[in-house]
Nanobody, 123 residues
Framework: VQLQASGGGLVQAGGSLRLSCAAS????????MSWFRQSPGKEREFVAG????????HYADSVKGRFTISRDRVKNTVYLQMGSLKPEDTAVYLC?????????????????WGQGTLVTVSS
């Protein structure tokens, strides 16, 4: 499977962006999908995840209430709607396909990664 993330850009603090992650190749609709992010000098961190059927979601405390993850199984696409953005949200955002049907916060539970899309939030 190949994952292509898009939608990043430069936005002012308080603004919104929507990221997309399109899957192609040997796609499977039975796996959880998640977004992670990584900024310079920091570890890659879990942001949000969604179960195989979209029935359950999980968020990092730092984004809870501001970000929403969703998926369109027909289009094989996962979205991350980001609102009330803060400068500390600045990072490369990567989508990943999980090993299991429900999302994990652990990087080793993900088998495929997209190339990432850069989000920059100015103050």
């Amino acid at each position: 499977v190949q994952l292509q993330a898009s939608g990043g850009g430069l936005v002012q603090a308080g603004g919104s962006l929507r990221l997309s992650c399109a899957a192609s190749g040997r796609t499977s609709s039975n796996n959880a999908m998640s977004w992670f992010r990584q900024s310079p000098g920091k570890e890659r961190e879990f942001v949000a995840g969604i179960s195989w059927n979209g029935g359950s979601t999980h968020y990092a405390d730092s984004v809870k209430g501001r970000f929403t993850i969703s998926r369109d199984r027909v289009k094989n696409t996962v979205y991350l709607q980001m609102g009330s953005l803060k400068p500390e949200d600045t990072a490369v955002y990567l989508c990943a396909r999980g090993l299991r049907s429900h999302p994990s916060t652990e990087r080793q539970e993900y088998t495929a990664w997209g190339q990432g899309t850069l989000v920059t939030v100015s103050s």
